[in-house]
């Protein structure tokens, strides 16, 4: 084959294997989206009275957070557990939930490797749930955690955006069953990102 040809093939390769990836995302317009999320759920739940009731909207709304930060959004790999025990897993009212240990959710944050696991619940098998403390618990967040939700895949591979952590319901209303983390899942580390807690309380 000429060199020209062998040029050429070259230059289609390169070419078709940049236009099969993904596009990197936009660091501001993911700021942007995620900033636009967290302005309507202040909104959805100033029209509502559920889960923050009317005579608390004026104390924890808007909701605050820690700066977003894409460092805090981090790829995942879950390493599956075919485990069939039902796990009673405690809640804020003292009742208990129905949840299964669907993985272990393996990533790097901030040069550490760590490890999450990942839970579905009995009654909703669509879902996974991931329910976690770490070194901000009772000073800048929730001292019973905060939670990230998932939806299950077949690859394996999960993007873990502590960004989206969130507070549970009964941070806003006591009436509200919330499940604790696991000891497994009580981080060793800060993650100043996602929902904070009004010090002002």
Same mark, same amino acid.
């Given at each position: ?62 909701? @605050?957070? =820690?700066?977003?930060?894409? #460092? ?7 390493? %599956?557990?075919? /485990?069939? &025990? ?43 749930? @991931?329910? =976690?403390?770490?070194?901000? #618990? ?7 955690? %905060?939670?990230? /939700?998932? &939806? ?50």
């Amino acid at each position: 084959m000429k060199r020209s040809n062998i040029a050429l093939l070259l230059l289609s390769i390169a070419v078709a294997s940049s236009c099969g990836r993904k596009p990197p995302e936009n660091e501001q317009d993911y700021v942007s989206k995620l900033a636009a999320e967290r302005a309507q759920k202040d909104a959805d739940f100033r029209k509502a009275s559920d889960p923050i009731p009317d005579n608390r909207k004026a104390e924890l709304l808007p909701l @605050v957070y =820690f700066p977003i930060d894409p #460092s805090y959004k981090v790829p995942a790999v879950l390493k %599956r557990l075919d /485990d069939p &025990t039902i796990i009673e897993m405690p809640t804020s009212t003292g009742t208990s939930r129905r949840m299964r240990r669907y993985g272990t959710l393996e990533f790097t944050l901030k040069g550490q490797a760590l490890k999450l696991t990942a839970f579905i619940e009995v009654a909703d098998p669509n879902h996974l749930f @991931v329910a =976690f403390t770490d070194l901000t #618990s009772g000073t800048e967040t929730y001292p019973a955690g %905060r939670y990230l /939700d998932l &939806t299950p895949n077949s690859t394996g591979n999960y993007e873990l955006d502590f960004n989206r952590a969130y507070n549970p319901y009964c941070y806003y209303n006591v009436s509200y069953e919330c499940p604790y983390p696991p000891s497994e899942n009580r981080l060793k580390i800060p993650i100043r990102a996602g929902e904070k807690i009004k010090l002002d309380r």
